[in-house]
């Protein structure tokens, strides 16, 4: 399956059929059989009732995600730089648009941006690249996203919120500007400004690196499907 275009669901569905339809079969010889489970639970880890089969569009969609992963963390690369040229030129892919005349490998990748969005957290390191609001970095699995929305911090970046020395977090800003959920996952990151600088994770790797595996899985888990830890 090509990494760079995203099949129609048609063609999606179809090769699903297929693949039911020699796994129902009753013999190698007859293309008959009774169905008895739904491709969609098929497709649910063997600890799930099912039989760990890929989604295929799901699959397609997080091999596309690494596209958007790689244009996300090699900012510097002739591809990311083309893309951000002409589709995202004041942003990042995070907040690219579909734009005028797209290529169709745009708008594969670009199908994979909620996925990738959903998926990864930054890390705070000197706070100077990540936004305060519309950036997630807080250590939330869930939602990484700032929910407060006072007027202060429009523009603002995570380094307004250290003190002055750069050792730690603001209580006074954090007390003015956040709401108490806020307030405490903020408080759960270590500032540590000397030695790192702000970088880009992927939640569902230990690494921290974007695997197509865990993003298919986190797919799973944004739908609402049971998943198994492992493929079968």
């Known amino acids: 399956m090509n990494a760079h275009i995203l099949l129609p669901v048609e063609i999606s569905h179809d090769m699903e059929?297929?693949?039911s339809k020699?796994?129902?079969r009753t013999?190698?010889?007859s293309n008959s059989g009774i169905h008895w489970m739904s491709w969609e639970r098929l497709c649910y880890h063997k600890s799930e009732g099912g039989m760990g089969f890929r989604n295929l569009r799901d699959f397609n969609l997080?091999?596309?995600g690494k596209q958007g992963w790689r244009l996300l963390t090699n900012p510097d690369s002739l591809v990311a730089?083309?893309?951000k040229a002409r589709y995202y030129s004041n942003g990042t892919f995070l907040t690219a648009e579909i734009g005028s005349n797209p290529s169709f490998v745009w708008?594969?990748?670009?199908e994979a941006q909620n996925l990738v969005a959903n998926g990864i957290r930054w890390c705070v390191g000197d706070g100077k690249n990540i936004n305060v609001l519309g950036d997630p970095w807080l250590p939330d699995k869930l939602n990484a996203w700032v929910s407060s929305s006072h007027p202060g911090l429009a523009n603002a970046k995570v380094a307004n919120l250290f003190t002055m020395d750069g050792l730690s977090w603001d209580l006074d800003v954090l007390n003015d500007?956040?709401?108490p959920r806020d307030k405490e996952l903020i408080l759960q990151i270590p500032v540590n400004i000397a030695s790192t600088r702000d970088h880009l994770v992927w939640n569902g790797e230990l690494s921290g690196l974007y695997s197509v595996k865990s993003a298919y899985k986190r797919i799973q888990e944004m739908k609402g499907l049971p998943y198994g830890m492992k493929f079968v």
């Open 62 to 64: 997080a091999m596309l």
């Open 17 to 19: 059929s297929l693949m």
């Open 107 to 110: 708008r594969s990748i670009l």
């Open 177 to 179: 500007l956040f709401e």
């Open 81 to 83: 730089r083309i893309f």
């Open 27 to 29: 013999s190698a010889s």
């Open 22 to 24: 020699y796994w129902w």
